[in-house]
């Protein structure tokens, strides 16, 4: 299976997943692309040896669907059979969600349904909730709410800052999402849970 990667900053997610793609793996990584040309994920992406491509979303302003138009180049061009998005920031429209409905997966930082959108692990923390986590899911046309494909717990300590409990998800996203996508290449679809 040939997979792309979509990201927007540093790319700790992409690197776990572009590692664990190797030996029996059923899948390669087959480019990373970024909205942000200067993200420092595509500079690591390269020094593993992927392609990689950036398309600038603030050149096309509020026009999303021509933003999205210009990204679908290099990744038509790759010819994904999976794509991943992995700290991705941008909302994608349901026309470009439509293209890779059933193979695209994103990894959310927290255990969903609870906080989709931004900010979720000061809002678990503001919660008093006992645990946050991970979730990975097939993207679907509605925000952080595709079919569920694995989530990962962490606990929620006292005193916790949204930093701490940030970097304490982090990590176990980086074991999440490999373990998810190579289930998923594999065809399997059943939820895995760590
Ligand atoms: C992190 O907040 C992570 O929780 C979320 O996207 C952000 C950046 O991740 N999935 P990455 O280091 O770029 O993969």
Do not use: W
């Not at 997979?3 to 540093?10: E, F, P, Q, R």
């Not at 990204?71 to 349901?94: N, S």
């Not at 006292?158 to 940030?166: I, R, S």
């Amino acid at each position: 299976k040939r997979v792309a990667i979509l990201i927007s900053g540093g790319g700790s997610n992409m690197i776990r997943l572009v590692e664990s793609m190797t030996g029996d793996h059923p899948a390669r990584p087959v480019l990373v692309a970024s909205n942000d040309p200067g993200a420092a994920g595509l500079f690591r992406a390269a020094d593993l040896g992927v392609p990689v491509a950036a398309v600038d979303h603030r050149v096309f302003g509020r026009d999303r669907a021509a933003f999205e138009a210009e990204l679908l180049k290099p990744i038509l061009e790759a010819e994904p059979d999976i794509l991943c998005l992995a700290g991705f920031m941008r909302v994608l429209t349901p026309g470009f969600v439509s293209r890779f409905e059933g193979r695209m997966l994103n990894i959310h930082p927290s255990l969903l349904p609870r906080y989709p959108g931004l900010h979720t692990h000061a809002r678990a923390i503001e919660a008093g909730d006992a645990e946050a986590g991970c979730t990975v899911h097939e993207v679907t046309a509605e925000l952080d709410a595709g079919p569920l494909l694995g989530q990962a717990r962490v606990p929620i300590l006292p005193g916790d800052t949204p930093e701490a409990l940030a970097a304490r998800v982090l990590a176990r996203e980086h074991v999440l999402y490999p373990a998810v996508l190579r289930r998923f290449a594999e065809g399997a679809r059943a939820p895995i849970f760590l």
